[in-house]
Structures are given as structure tokens and as C-alpha cells.
């Protein structure tokens, strides 16, 4: 079946100007989770959705946003981009909810913001 | 809050030896501990997780990893690499069910591993 799917691959923006990020979870699975990864930092955890709720959400400010459809899919918002939201945005699905169980990554989606 | 460190940031091993790949949590309570891979450009994927019972764990690609409470680590190893095996691995510990807030999965900053032949 097929994998995570992330859209755009890869994009460049300017500082001020906003992006959205689209992730289509492996069919079935009803939580998607969000992660930034930098050099700097690795791998920080942006928010968890299950069931088009938010289950978690970790220390990033409210620029930082995201929601889950009906059918599984999800986006997240970045507002008023800086030049340290320059990163790889993963998005990872899995059956169950928190941390339990096997994510499954997406390839990302690098965004470059100048 | 939950954490986990690894301490080696870079390891170089030859093709044809043996690995071990440090991670040490810290969180109160048993973890789910998990090792994952991730290539160049792609995204992560899992080689092993453990939850309870054995202690020692088997995944895929040969590898392995051995729970220590009393250390509080989790180490991978794999007993000979191939030089597909070079990658980034990260390890990550979550409390589980039913921990509302203590759920998501936290990882380590990685460990680059380089194969020479």
C-alpha cells in the first residue's frame, strides 16, 4: 500500500510570508504526527493528530499550526516565517494514537526560508 | 519530561565489523524505546521498538538492542555492518498509553554512522 505522502517537496519562501504543508497518511491510520528536523536541534516534535483532534502539541510557538480532515490527512501552517523555520517537516502516520506504536515517516518537505 | 541521549555523534566502523550505538533515557516510569533509521533524503524508518518482556530485541536489517533498566540505555548493535547500513540513527523513548502528555515520541539527536571498505 502506499506510503506517507508530503507535499511540496521541497519550497522556498521569504521571511514574513506564510507556508502549508500537506501529509496524506498511509490508508487506515488515523493519527498523524509532525516533526521539525534541523542540525541544530534534530528532531522536535510539532503536534499529534488523531481522529481530527490535537492529542499533543510541543513548545513552538503559535505561528505553528495544524489540522487533521476527515480523512486522515493533514496540514500544518507556518505564519509569519523566520529564517530559523528553515527546516525538513516530517510527517509521520500511525494506527494508534501517542507514542505507542510504530510511526511510519514521510520524505519530508525542506523548506528554505530566505 | 522524558529524554534520551546519544552520546556519539559520529561513528566510522570498516564493513565487516561490529557496531554498537549508545542511547541512554531518561523518564520515570518503563518507556517504549525505539531505534530508527534514516537514510540520506528519505524519512525515518523503524528497526526495532521494545515495550516489555525480553529485554533483548530483535529487528530488521540484523539488528538488535538490549533494554537496561538499571542503565537506563538502550544500544543497538549489529554483530557485521554492511555499507548499506550507513545512515543516521536516532533513538526515541515515549510513555505509552495512557500517559496523556507524556505520549509523544522524543528523540535523540542521532548518530551518523560511516562504512568504510
Known amino acids: 500500500k502506499a506510503g506517507v505522502t508530503q507535499t511540496p517537496r521541497y519550497l522556498i519562501k521569504t521571511r514574513g510570508q506564510q507556508v502549508t504543508l500537506s501529509c496524506s497518511p498511509i490508508?487506515?491510520?488515523?493519527?498523524v504526527s509532525w516533526y521539525q528536523q534541523t542540525p541544530g536541534q534534530g528532531l522536535q516534535f510539532l503536534f499529534e493528530?488523531?481522529?481530527?483532534?490535537?492529542?499533543n502539541k510541543g513548545n513552538f510557538p503559535g505561528r505553528f499550526s495544524g489540522r487533521q480532515f476527515s480523512n486522515s490527512r493533514s496540514e500544518m501552517n507556518v505564519s509569519t516565517l523566520e529564517l530559523g523555520d528553515s527546516a525538513l517537516y516530517l510527517c509521520?502516520?500511525?494506527?494508534?494514537?501517542?507514542?505507542?506504536?510504530?510511526?511510519?515517516f514521510g520524505e519530508g518537505s525542506r523548506l528554505t526560508v530566505l | 519530561a522524558q529524554s534520551v541521549t546519544q552520546p556519539d555523534i559520529h561513528i566510522t566502523v570498516s564493513e565487516g565489523a561490529s557496531l554498537e550505538l549508545r542511547c541512554n533515557y531518561s523518564y520515570g516510569a518503563t518507556p517504549y524505546l525505539f531505534w530508527y533509521v534514516q537514510s540520506p533524503g528519505q524519512g525515518l524508518q523503524l528497526l526495532l521498538k521494545?515495550?516489555?518482556?525480553?529485554?533483548l530485541v530483535q529487528g530488521i536489517k540484523g539488528f538488535e538492542a538490549e533494554f537496561k533498566r538499571s542503565q537506563s540505555s538502550f544500544n543497538l548493535r549489529k554483530p557485521s555492518v554492511h555499507w548499506s547500513d550507513a545512515a543516521e540513527y536516532f533513538c526515541a523513548v515515549s510513555g505509552g498509553r495512557p500517559n496523556f502528555g507524556n505520549e509523544k515520541l522524543t528523540f535523540g539527536t542521532g548518530t551518523r554512522l560511516t562504512i568504510i571498505p
Open positions: 521494545y515495550f516489555s518482556g525480553d529485554t
Open positions: 509521520a502516520s500511525s494506527l494508534e494514537a501517542g507514542g505507542t506504536g510504530e510511526l511510519f
Open positions: 490508508s487506515g491510520h488515523r493519527s
Open positions: 493528530y488523531f481522529s481530527e483532534t490535537q492529542r
